[in-house]
């Protein structure tokens, strides 16, 4: 008769096997999203109007299938990429090495590499235009 933690490490050895097999079934589709990109909605905490919004971009270039979650059923990974925003006191955020999770990622709006570069150049505009001298 096999002991508690004897039964205990065959239960882990199925569940990762099972797991193993959720990951490799479902990784064709989180590696689709490598060079996709997205946008979405931030605000603080409590947003009054719709100027109290602005967008987060974000361009992903790689998926880490070692870094999971699972809720629902479903695979959620890590990802590396780039990520940037201007919050509405115009708080610029520039994150050239962001790491993120696919998490919510399908309530996210996917948008063109067009619109990705164009809101990055407005950006670059913007910080063009920045007086970094102490004249005034």
Same mark, same amino acid.
């Given at each position: 008769?096999?002991?508690?933690q004897e039964l205990l490490e065959e239960i882990?050895?199925?569940?990762?096997?099972?797991?193993?097999?959720?990951?490799?079934?479902?990784?064709?589709?989180?590696?689709?999203? /490598?060079?996709?990109?997205?946008?979405? &909605? $931030?605000? *603080?905490?409590?947003?009054?109007?719709?100027?109290?919004?602005?967008? %987060?971009?974000?361009?992903?270039?790689?998926?880490?299938?070692?870094?999971?979650?699972?809720?629902?059923?479903?695979?959620?990974?890590?990802?590396e990429g780039v990520m940037f925003q201007t919050?509405? /006191?115009?708080?610029?955020?520039?994150? &050239? $090495?962001? *790491?993120?999770?696919?998490?919510?990622?399908?309530?996210?709006?996917? %948008?063109?590499?067009?619109?990705?570069?164009?809101?990055?150049?407005?950006?670059?505009?913007?910080?063009?235009?920045?007086?970094?001298?102490?004249?005034?």
């Amino acid at each position: 008769m096999a002991t508690k933690q004897e039964l205990l490490e065959e239960i882990r050895k199925i569940e990762q096997k099972e797991l193993d097999e959720l990951i490799e079934k479902q990784y064709p589709k989180l590696k689709a999203l /490598e060079g996709k990109y997205y946008k979405w &909605l $931030n605000s *603080y905490s409590l947003p009054k109007c719709e100027e109290d919004y602005w967008y %987060i971009y974000v361009k992903i270039h790689t998926i880490n299938k070692e870094d999971f979650l699972i809720i629902d059923g479903e695979i959620h990974v890590g990802f590396e990429g780039v990520m940037f925003q201007t919050d509405i /006191e115009n708080s610029i955020r520039i994150d &050239l $090495n962001h *790491y993120g999770r696919t998490v919510g990622l399908s309530k996210k709006q996917e %948008i063109s590499s067009e619109e990705f570069t164009q809101a990055w150049n407005e950006l670059l505009d913007k910080l063009s235009k920045v007086n970094t001298t102490n004249n005034q």
